[in-house]
């Protein structure tokens, strides 16, 4: 009976916006499924989807980018920057931007780098 009162959790909504061309979004969904939901975002959309977390893959981040995405977010969700070049990029709380730096291939290693991070997120919180 208490089997049937334990309603089944919704995945965790992940925002993924990503400037490799390389991302298969669809390989990384399946590989994630279950407790994961991904979704794909275009950096200069008009609007971002509502998502638990959003991540940001580039190898390359850019300054200004990634101030345009967290204003986007209106500091109501974190913005987590996924990235070997990470050094001169500064954590800001206030508008809730992290950087998780990593030194490997973001593209072969992006449904566990999401594991990681959301994990991270999780015992931060």
């Known amino acids: 009976m208490l089997m049937n009162q334990v309603k089944e959790l919704e995945p965790i909504k992940v925002g993924l916006i990503a400037d490799h061309p390389n991302i298969v979004f669809e390989d990384v969904q399946k590989s994630l499924k279950g407790k994961f939901k991904l979704e794909r975002i275009e950096a200069g959309s008009e609007d971002y989807p509502d998502c638990d ?73």
């Open 53 to 125: 977390i959003f991540l940001f893959a580039s190898n390359k981040p850019e300054k200004l980018l990634i101030h345009g995405i967290s204003r986007k977010l209106s500091r109501k969700r974190d913005l987590v920057v996924i990235s070997p070049h990470h050094e001169d990029l500064e954590v800001d709380r206030q508008t809730r931007v992290f950087y998780y730096p990593y030194k490997y291939d973001i593209i072969i290693n992006l449904p566990l780098i999401v594991k990681t991070v959301f994990s991270a997120a999780q015992v931060n919180a």
